[in-house]
């Protein structure tokens, strides 16, 4: 389930890779030796790049006595209105439970510094307060602490993983373009390409992120040709909506602004945000499971935003859902184990009614899934089964648990589920 968005925008893009001429110049053929020798030399020296300020890595190494790997993400400057790189990441032990990890809004970030906070309910004090990651870029190595801990970790390509280049576009649009200081909506869209693995396999992959980030359930659909094609779309429908949103609510503006209220003002509600990300969330041993982010403020109190999760088997490309992952009528078994774990992370005991500190007497099954090779993550997005200020809720059951429920042959525990 993707939160509706509201899609649609203008024309200053910062940041933009336009990777499609770069490639097709590089398989480009001419009937002129000379030419075609100096082109064969200048695109050699040309690779796919990230766009500025923004990148994927993956690291592993030490948290104290304990070994993790940490998928991690940087985001530039502007990203939701940032004045400094914003990071997000997901790490996990030897259980292979991922957390996640996020700036705070307000962080100042050095260039070489990594400053994050745990996210994960679980680990969550009493003030909705995790623990803080200080860590310092030294090369490829990631050296810091956690809540006092030391950290340290290095970059690495795990056995299995997909290699990315990280590309991220933004732009805005007046609402008043006549007013010098008119507000402004903004649209901007992250995008992961992957780069390696063989060439069926990475195109039916790109095209599954794509749809990913589109919010499509069945992958029959036709996708844009490139990550540039699909940002022009969703720029194209954030500014036709917008301006049609400006149109209808001008009408109703008042001569003078209401100060009798505490309401947001006109100006305010204007401020149209439509973002869509792409975040790692697991990457080895064939496995990849992509967390597609997206936010959208149209005006009102808050925002709306949610996670649409989908795993990947890199071996062919293929998008697993649900009814690729569960066997069928299993639904009644994973309701008791999501019962127990979501009580493991809100910290509730069994004597507890799930409807004293959720919205649900009985808890239901989500079908925004992702795989890690020891488990699945269950996804409820905002309001799903709990409050706004509960956040998203991401449960995890462990693959030992799961075993009897999963169908053969997926690509996990550095294996497969063997046929039964």
Known sequence: MRVPVSNSLPISCIAVVLLGGVLAACQSKTDSGAVATQLDKKFALVAPQDSPGTWYRCYRGTLGP??????????????????STRFVGSYSGADGQPYELSSDYDAIITPDSVVVHDRSPELLDDNSNGPVWRLHRNGKELLGTRAGQPVQLREVELPGSTSF??????DS???????????????SLHVLVPTNGPEAA???????MLRGLRGDSLDTNA??????????????????EYQQSVTDLTKDRPAEPDTSTDAPSYNYMLRYEDQVATHVFWNQQNLLSLGFFAYSYTGGAHGNYGTSAVTFDTRTGRALR???IFRPNSDAQLSVLLEQAVRRV???PATTKLDEFLFVKKMPVSHNVYLTSSGAVFIYTPYEIASYARGEL?????????????KPNLPISGGEVSQR
């Open 322 to 324: 649900f009814p690729d």
């Open 165 to 170: 280049i990280s590309l991220y576009f933004l």
């Open 202 to 208: 990475r195109s039916a992959l790109a095209a599954g």
């Open 173 to 187: 649009v007046a609402a008043y373009p006549t007013q010098p200081k008119s507000v402004h909506g903004r649209t």
């Open 66 to 83: 304990k070994t993790i790997t940490l998928h991690l993400q940087a985001l530039p400057a502007g990203t939701e209105n940032r004045t």
């Open 394 to 406: 991401r449960v995890f059951v462990p693959q030992a648990q799961l075993r009897p429920l999963l």
């Open 346 to 348: 809100l910290h509730q």
């Open 223 to 240: 996708v844009p040709s490139s990550p540039e094609q699909f940002w022009q779309q969703q720029r194209s429908a954030f500014r036709k």
